[in-house]
């Protein structure tokens, strides 16, 4: 009886880890790569970080930035990337945090 129960969850776990692993992925913007940047430097800059450079690489752009000393005099944060990437007609942010993310959906569903 103890192993039936056991290969009965065993086949349950199993069949539960697929399911699981299935998510959507990253979110995508139909807005232009312009609209998606200027978005993305105003809700960085809304929260307090200080957006260190742009780069243009291909169809991703490379945004850099850190977070600013928040008046506590202790200096800024090391530089973290976030990437726009350019998908056929649609736009998708990659390595963000949630937090920004959250913003940037907002305003860009405006």
């Known amino acids: 009886m103890g192993m039936r129960i056991s290969l009965t ?23 232009t790569t312009d609209r998606a940047l200027v978005v993305t430097k105003e809700v960085l800059v ?7 450079r742009v780069e243009n690489s291909g169809r991703d752009y490379v945004v850099w930035y850190r977070r600013g000393h928040m008046g506590r005099g202790k200096g800024k944060g090391p530089p973290v990337r976030m990437v726009i ?9 990659l390595e963000a945090p949630s937090a920004i993310l959250v913003d940037i959906d907002v305003r860009l569903k405006l």
């Open 46 to 52: 809304k929260q307090g970080y200080d957006v260190v």
């Open 85 to 93: 990437h350019r998908d056929m007609d649609r736009v998708v942010f």
């Open 9 to 31: 969850l065993l086949l349950l776990a199993g069949l539960a880890m697929p399911a699981a692993a299935q998510g959507k992925g990253p979110k995508k913007y139909a807005v």
